[in-house]
């Protein structure tokens, strides 16, 4: 609420932002290093190729985060009177499509596997003089691929909810699904052993439409939220209590007879106005600034 | 999240269980469609690309390197064997419909419809080769076989090697008394009496084909071929010279 300002965040948000930057660089490191590594490990195997375009678009959201997060808290210039707290939601924006888009290329992959019942075919190589089939070698390689993922996307829930950053939070839905789709992966390469061909088609087709669920969930929420809906919290659809406590505190000022209250998200802030009907009208503009700063400390 | 937590671990567990399980029993990985069981004691479909000296129908009669191999490997699983006649294309369709148990045909890591992995399987490499350029005894050596004319057995992947490195290859009916630098093999080179350059060709890498997903068989072939890497090259010289 009123005009943007810098340190916009008290210091134990910046703490968590700092945080949050942090884990943010870590899963650009560590996604940058697995697409990689599976270029060069695993580059022809069509089932790999999968597995490096998920990466890739595991890319999208950090670095969509580190980006806004560069903008984000600039002072408004003359071209960007508002400043650029909307930045946040564009990249919110960026990450639900490539959550979305993970979602359906593997759905549609697997499903075409399934109908033109493609079966999956894995050598074995030679190791220390014995013949071992690759695929116990995928397990612990697709289980050590899933593990930074399962704790950098429970790392991120809490920091996203204190933030209120929604980027964050798509990102650890992206994670998660990075470890889903690896998980499933697994039961797939254990189930092919045991002769069943559509295992693995099958167990991510099952994946699939869990991330695309969270995919589209986050998508129509950065839509929403660039329509400028009222706030909302940040994993549901449900509005944030913050309006409504917001509007009370306003109503209960003595000075004030009705209020009515709009907000809408840019990113991590709330922007709106409040429109009020005084009924006592002396010293007006100093109880504007001290209603502005009651609001401000709120929460 | 936290219901995703208590799935992740109770997932977790399960999955070590069944790895657990998998390693007691024995046959692993298994066929989707039984092949290896098939085989075992019974008959091993062969399909066969003619394609000398790796692969030979005369009379109905099947020879050649890879022939041999298998005849043992069958040996090994007490099988008998019978020969499926073909061209590339045609086996591959048999191999997807489970006609075939194994298509021979010197193929290599290169050889276009077999190598992709798409319409078969494809064992590891179990033989490496490579032709080197050799000149007629009493001829100057040459190191670039750009524009050079340089004898062949007939136009095939050879020739295609010899042609990416800008050399024009000539078929001639035998090559061990060819008037002018031939591709062959080393061994070839040294018992015909001419001199090695230091032009090689790119290696090659053979390998067969099994029907896709069929991993239990594939693993199962790879670990014999690979039991038979002498083997293959002792037959290979034995072919050649």
């Known amino acids: 609420m009123g005009q943007a300002r810098s340190p916009e965040l008290p210091p134990d948000l910046q703490r968590t932002l700092r945080r949050a930057r942090r884990l943010e660089w870590l899963t650009v490191v560590y996604m940058a290093s697995a697409v990689v590594l599976l270029a060069l490990v695993l580059g022809s195997s069509q089932a790999m190729k999968t597995a490096w375009i998920e990466d890739l678009l595991g890319l999208i959201p950090p670095v969509a985060f580190l980006v806004a997060i560069r903008f984000n808290s600039r002072a408004p210039t003359a071209r ?14 960026c990450s639900a499509l490539a959550l979305f888009v993970m979602g359906i290329y593997l759905l549609v992959e697997s499903i075409i596997k399934l109908v033109t019942a493609e079966y999956p075919t894995i050598n074995s190589v030679e190791l220390f003089g014995q013949t071992i089939w690759l695929g116990w070698l995928m397990l612990p390689a697709l289980a050590y691929s899933a593990l930074p993922s399962v704790f950098l996307g429970r790392a991120k829930i809490p920091l996203a909810e204190d933030l209120h950053n929604k980027v964050l939070y798509a990102d650890a839905k992206m994670n998660k699904a990075n470890w889903l789709t690896a998980g499933a992966a697994m039961v797939g390469v254990v189930g092919i052993g045991f002769g069943l061909w559509w295992a693995d088609a099958a167990a991510a087709a099952i994946i699939s439409l869990d991330i695309s669920k969270d995919g589209l969930s986050n998508l129509r929420r950065a839509v929403v939220d660039l329509m400028d809906q009222t706030p ?12 409504d406590r917001l509007a009370a505190m306003l109503r209960d000022l003595d000075w004030v007879e009705d209020v009515e209250l709009r907000l ?8 709106g106005e409040a429109l009020v009907v005084p009924s006592d009208e002396t010293n007006i503009t100093e109880k504007i600034e001290a209603a502005l700063k009651q609001a401000r400390d709120l929460e | 999240m936290d219901g995703y937590a208590f799935a992740r671990w109770r997932d977790l567990c399960l999955l070590l269980a069944l790895i657990a399980l998998v390693s007691a029993s024995c046959t692993f990985p298994r066929d989707p469609r039984g092949t290896l069981e098939g085989v075992q004691n019974a008959t091993m479909r062969v399909g066969i690309v003619d394609n000398d ?4 129908m005369e009379d109905g009669r099947a020879s050649g390197i890879e022939v041999e191999l298998l005849k043992d490997f069958a040996r090994e699983l007490g099988a008998d064997m019978t020969f499926v006649p073909g061209t590339t294309p045609e086996l591959l369709e048999a191999a997807k419909e489970a006609e075939v148990d194994v298509i021979v045909g010197g193929f290599t890591s290169t050889s276009p419809g077999v190598s992709e992995g798409k319409e078969a399987g494809v064992t590891g490499t179990y033989l490496t080769t490579r032709f080197v350029v050799g000149v007629p005894p009493d001829r100057s050596a040459i190191d670039d076989p750009s524009g050079r004319k340089i004898a062949v057995e007939r136009i095939d992947t050879t020739a295609a090697m010899l042609k990416e490195e800008g050399a024009v290859p000539v078929p001639v009916g035998d090559l061990s008394t060819a008037d002018m630098p031939i591709a062959a093999y080393e061994w070839q080179l040294k018992e015909w009496g001419f001199e090695p350059t230091s032009i090689e060709l790119p290696e090659e890498q053979h390998v067969m084909a099994v029907p ?4 239990g068989w594939l693993v199962e072939l790879e670990r014999f071929l690979r039991s038979q ?7 290979l010289r034995e072919e050649t010279s």
């Open chain 2, 53 to 56: 000296p790796w692969t030979r």
């Open chain 1, 264 to 271: 809408r998200e840019e990113g991590q802030v709330y922007f």
């Open chain 2, 212 to 215: 896709l997903g069929e991993n």
């Open chain 1, 80 to 93: 960007f009177p508002y400043g650029f707290h909307r930045i946040i939601s564009v990249a919110h924006l």
């Open chain 1, 232 to 243: 909302t919290t940040i994993d549901e659809d449900n509005a944030d209590p913050l309006r």
């Open chain 2, 229 to 235: 890497r002498a083997e293959a090259k002792a037959l």
